[in-house]
């Protein structure tokens, strides 16, 4: 089956310092979506990207999906502590009779130190 | 999470015991689908479904059952819970206008 490879796994960041994140896959995707995960709730969208190359951006946040359609990053500016959580990236692709699979990494676990 | 309803957040049950996790969408999503959350595994699928009276299973179905009987709720069922069932349960819908999946709050289920 398809496998994302997410990193890092975790990180320790000074807060006002910029993140980066990144997922590769073994097959392509026609979606790559970023969500993000509070203690205690469930993952809530951040950015979806739809075409190769896209670079889309959420306030201090900005996602690539990649050329090849097998990789994407996700850019965090300037954080602040309530940037703290896990970030999990998904791949999105269709897989026939009108069903949509979603492949998640596992996710970078984010956290800022004041 | 909005339109996605899980209930309940919390359970415990015992070895052997059956349970069942309910799901409510309010967004006339067609596509809606179950996963688990289990450390330093991320989300896997476990059963999906495509429409009212479809269903399909996903990455890690054994031990789970679901039906689609109207296309507001997506049951997910344990006939007979394990150690091994011990996780976090989230419940998915799918905006296929948007290509985008929104999650419940997930129900956290210890199995002793």
């Known amino acids: 089956g398809q496998q994302l490879n997410q990193s890092p796994q975790s990180m320790f960041i000074q807060e006002g310092e910029d993140v980066s994140m990144n997922c590769t896959s073994s097959s392509i995707f026609n979606t790559w979506l970023w969500y993000k995960q509070d203690p205690g709730e469930g993952p809530v969208l951040l950015i979806a990207l739809y075409k190769a190359g896209e670079l889309t951006s959420n306030g201090r946040l900005t996602a690539q999906f990649g050329i090849t359609r097998k990789d994407s990053f996700l850019n965090i500016s300037a954080s602040i502590p309530s940037d703290v959580g896990i970030y999990f990236c998904a791949g999105q692709a269709y897989s026939g009779a009108g069903s949509y699979q979603l492949t998640f990494g596992k996710g970078t676990k984010l956290s800022v130190i004041p | 999470n909005a339109g996605v309803t899980q209930t309940p957040k919390f359970q415990v049950l015992k070895t052997g015991q059956s349970m069942t996790l309910q799901c409510a969408q309010d967004m006339n999503h067609e596509y809606m689908s179950w996963y688990r959350q289990d450390p330093g595994m991320g989300l896997r699928l476990i059963h999906y479904?495509?429409?009212?009276?479809?269903?399909d299973q996903g990455e890690v179905p054994n031990g789970y059952n679901v039906s689609r009987s109207t296309t507001e709720d997506f049951p997910l069922r344990l006939l007979s819970a394990a150690p091994s069932q011990t996780s976090v349960y989230f419940c998915?819908?799918?905006?296929?206008?948007?290509?985008?999946?929104?999650f419940g709050a997930g129900t956290r289920l210890s199995v002793l």
């Open positions: 479904s495509v429409g009212a009276g479809i269903t």
């Open positions: 998915a819908s799918y905006n296929g206008a948007k290509n985008i999946q929104y």
